[in-house]
């Protein structure tokens, strides 16, 4: 999105992974290509340190410091609990006590560290190759209008602890039994009645959860049992759901797609770019290798601002312009191939690049690299002026130097 940065510290960003009202999180690249989740947290960054579990996407690195203060987390590839029960169903039988006890399982280990997530949810378990993995944590929680997974002492007022992740846990479950949020309903007044006054239907579970669930929905705080205690031995596993493709993925599923004429004009024009020229200026027809950049993303048209006018979509302030570019500098990062082709001498690059791309604007060397006359001459004056000086200081050296006669005293006669 316009003014989301393209790189924090040693991390490229390349898309937006999600948003919301308490911070951003990216789709990041280091210089080495390894992917990670980098968060910027709107307001002051909550209180973090790294933390390593098997169902957690560990926090790696807290930069509380710098203009756009982030945290770097572990990537977990795989598909939100609320996006996988609208794609495959409500969870049942033993995969449901797997996935409880996996979110189960972490929040005891961020409770043994001193921590509380503070925003569990559907939208923060992600069902991953390695299982089921709590993401985010930190966050504080937000009550909505139509659903909360909020402990009834939260909603009152009171911060957020390990309790009060124990209550979202059995919120979390119940969804994932029925697809339905339990305490939902049509206004904010609504929700907290149903929080603070409510008790959920648990029988739709396996008889093994109802208990704990039911102690883990609980209005007091005090009665609620510890994370650990919710943790049921399972040999079950949690069917895994494909997250999105790194970008490094992307750009090899097209180049594996291209010709071989296709795949060098791609080569000539990606490191091109990568020098940091001028973007490809698009004449005429567009050339198929561009047009299939640009399908995939990898390739976008920038927008150029105008005047707002009235068009019968709204307020015009921008179009699309005549130029390309790379979508993310994070491409030159995340795809093994690319940085291949980077490590070449620039001798390699073939014609057609430089044919297709405006030519770079030519550099001064006055400014910044004195020709070879002007190094000559500055070298052939200064040794001129030293071979002076030197002779000036004998000359003055013998002066000085120079026995003097006697001085007689002057008498009048």
């Keep these: 999105m316009p003014g989301d940065p393209e790189q924090l510290g040693g991390y490229w960003l390349a898309g937006r992974l999600g948003a919301g009202r308490h911070g951003v999180v ?3 690249y280091d210089d080495a290509g390894r992917r990670f989740a980098v968060r910027v947290p709107r307001g002051p960054l909550p209180r973090l340190r790294p933390v390593t579990h098997p169902h957690l996407a560990g926090v790696l690195d807290v930069r509380p410091c710098g203009p756009s203060p982030y945290v770097v987390s572990e990537f977990a590839c795989g598909t939100s609990l609320r996006e996988a029960v609208a794609l495959r169903g409500p969870y049942a039988g033993e995969e449901l006590v797997a996935l409880a006890t996996a979110v189960a399982s972490a929040l005891s280990c961020l409770h043994a560290a001193g921590l509380a997530h503070g925003d569990l949810r559907p939208g923060k378990v992600l069902i991953t190759g390695d299982g089921p993995k709590v993401i985010c944590p930190g966050g504080p929680g937000v009550v909505g209008c139509a659903r ?35 305490f939902r309903g049509g206004s904010m007044g609504e929700v907290m009645h149903r929080v603070l006054s409510c008790d959920p239907d ?43 493709p790194a970008l490094g993925e992307v750009a090899e599923e097209l180049y594996a797609s291209l ?10 024009l990606l490191v091109e770019l990568a020098s940091g020229t001028a973007a490809v200026v698009a004449h005429g027809p567009v050339e198929p290798v561009l047009s299939r950049l640009l399908e995939t993303g990898l390739l976008v048209r920038p927008g150029v601002a105008v005047p707002p006018t009235r068009a019968e979509a709204g307020t015009l302030v921008a179009v699309t312009g005549d130029r390309l570019a790379p979508a993310s500098r994070a491409l030159f990062h995340a795809w093994p ?48 002026t030293f071979r002076d000086a030197r002779r000036a200081a004998e000359r003055l050296g013998a002066v000085f130097s120079r026995p003097r006669s006697p001085v007689r005293p002057h008498v009048r006669p």
Excluded: M
């Design 337 to 384: 191939r690319l940085r291949g082709w980077l490590d070449r001498p620039r001798e390699e690059t073939r014609s057609w690049a430089r044919a297709c791309l405006p030519p770079s604007r030519p550099r001064r060397p006055g400014l910044r690299w004195p020709s070879a006359a002007a190094v000559v001459a500055v070298a052939l004056a200064a040794s001129v």
């Design 26 to 28: 990216y789709d990041a």
């Design 148 to 182: 909360t997974y909020l402990a009834p002492e939260v909603v009152t007022g009171t911060r957020p602890g390990a309790a009060g992740d124990v209550f979202a846990w059995g919120a979390l479950v119940l969804f994932a039994a029925t697809g339905a949020d339990p």
């Design 259 to 268: 010709t071989a004429g296709e795949r060098a004009r791609l080569r000539d």
């Design 202 to 244: 648990v029988t739709v579970l396996p008889p093994r959860l109802r208990d704990p669930v039911a102690r883990a929905l609980s209005k007091d705080p005090a009665s609620r049992p510890g994370a650990a205690g919710l943790v049921i031995p399972t040999p079950a596993r949690v069917p895994p759901l494909p997250g999105p």
